[in-house]
Structures are given as structure tokens and as C-alpha cells.
């Protein structure tokens, strides 16, 4: 392929020195799935590593070592800490996470070709306490009039996960910074089987711009969009 190697008796071939990273040049992809895992004891606690190394674009050959380390290594393991690719240039590991929630990142590095690293962050939550998030807020309508110069409804839309899965049966409450500018009808929306609700904003005779939040009061968790609203008539 191009690239050199220094000859071991036993064990797997290494780059040489001289030939990496930059004649050819090395690169590992990496990635870990799921990407987010739970405490010890309070959840999936287990993520499963998969890179691929490339010399000069190509897959690299059998045989070349990958070395796994923790920017946090008290909150988990490594298993193993060093592995070689197979003919493709792919090789696996896998994370345990053993202590504590946080944030921890998997380096990868090839010892013989000095300065090729790669790493990804890994999110460590205490599952036993569930965690909610509103994605993709937002109104389809924006801007809109103020009533009577055009149209000054717009739909409110968004989705709920729990745990990092769509969540039904979740109320959802929506509350305007400045009641003279308009309402949400209804002032409150239960989430379908897919975690997703819906509800409608009504402007008044004001201009300016709505700041509407959708809050989870059993979770304590908002999101705010804004609708900017115009005299249409002038």
C-alpha cells in the first residue's frame, strides 16, 4: 500500500517512524454507540467503540496498534486499552462506565505514528433519575400581523424525550413574556405516543416581538421561541 513497517519477530506490525504521519499520512475515525450511558447500577452502563485507521485515505492493513486511553479515568474502563485493525483497518473496544455521572473522552492514538490522534466525548447520566429536553420548538408562522391587519396566528410545535426516547403523556405549559402582544390556546398541551404536542399562538393589536416558553413542570425543563409580529395593514 505504499507504507512502511518495522519487522517484529512475534506480534503485530507497526508503521514506521519515518514513513507517519506525514509520508503517508495516518487518521483514525472514531465513534461509540450509544453515545450517551447510564451510572453504574442506574442503567446501560456499556458503549460499544468502533474506529477504522486510514494511511493516505486507504484502510490501513492488518495489524496496526491502537492504543485507548480516558481524559477521565475514574469514571470508567476500557476494555482492552491497546488493539490492533483487522484487514480493513477496523478494530473494537468497549467502554464501562463505573462511577458517577459526567463527561469522559476515548482518545485513540497510534503509537508509532506520533501526533495521530482522534477522540469522542462520551456522557455519563444517572438514569435512575429521568431527564426530559424539548427539541425543535419553534413557530411555523413568523412573522405574523397584528389582528385585524392580516393574518396573527401562528402553530406552535415541538417533541419531548425522556431519557433521550420520545415521551407521551407529558404536559407541556406555554406562557408569553408579554400578555399584551397575544396568547397560546390551549395554555397547555398533552404530548402524543411520539413525545410530540401542538398548539396555537393568537397576536393581538400590538407590535413587537413574543417571546412564548414551553415549560415541563415535571421536570423543570423549558424552551423559548420568539414570533415577531407586524402591522400588516400600513
Known sequence: MGYCFITRNTGPRQLSHECCPTNPRATIILSINPPTLCSSNSGNDTGFISGQVFI??????AGVIVSLSLSNPSLGILIPTATITNATGHFTAVFIATNGTGTVSIIATLPDCPGTIASIPITIIDCSQPTATINNFNAAQNPIC?????????NLSGQVFVNGSPAGGITVQFQVNDNNLGSVNPPSATTDAAGNFNATFIANSNTGTANITASLPSFGTNATTSITINNCGV
Open 146 to 154: 397584528t389582528a385585524g391587519t392580516g393574518g396573527n396566528t401562528s
Open 56 to 61: 493516505n485515505g486507504s484502510p490501513a492493513e
